[in-house]
């Protein structure tokens, strides 16, 4: 049965459709807590999401390419790196990922693991939001990951 235009009260996508590239800059978004970059896509509905990060980030470029990071997180010495558990994860656990590319869904949703690749389906919707864990050492990081997100 055809909708007239009289009758629609309102329109909404689904999803945000298509796919975005970001640049994440550790200089910007991975030198402190709580600096976050908008990639200005929007998750609506219970679709799912594949977000895909390349580059790397040296996370004390003090002495340049010795603690270098992939968006997994830094894997150096002293650091018996493993990838978090899936799910949401408080501010303490993440301390133990510098260099790791996490997300959020909304500007005040919880922080997920994102790493090399992310796949699923978040059960939110909102903005989605991208750090960088900054280092240990409190010190500025440089270098940047290329984000490729896109509906699935």
Known sequence: ???????????????????????????????AHGQWCDTGYQIEGSGGLVIAASGTVDIYPQTP??????????????????????????????????????????????PFYIG????GAPGQEGRLYLHIVPSPWNNASSGSYQVKVAAK
Not at 116 to 119: A, K, L, S
């Open 65 to 110: 390419g010795q603690y270098m990071s992939s968006p997994a997180g830094y894997q150096g010495p002293g650091l018996a790196m493993r990838p978090p558990p899936r799910g949401q994860l408080n501010a303490a656990a993440l301390r133990n990922y510098p260099g790791a590319l996490i997300g959020r869904i909304g500007e005040e949703g919880d």
């Open 1 to 31: 049965m055809p909708l007239n235009l009289v009758q629609l009260r309102t329109l909404r996508a689904l999803h945000s459709g298509g796919d975005t590239e970001v640049a994440v800059d550790a200089a910007r978004y991975g030198s």
């Open 116 to 119: 090399e690749r992310y796949e």
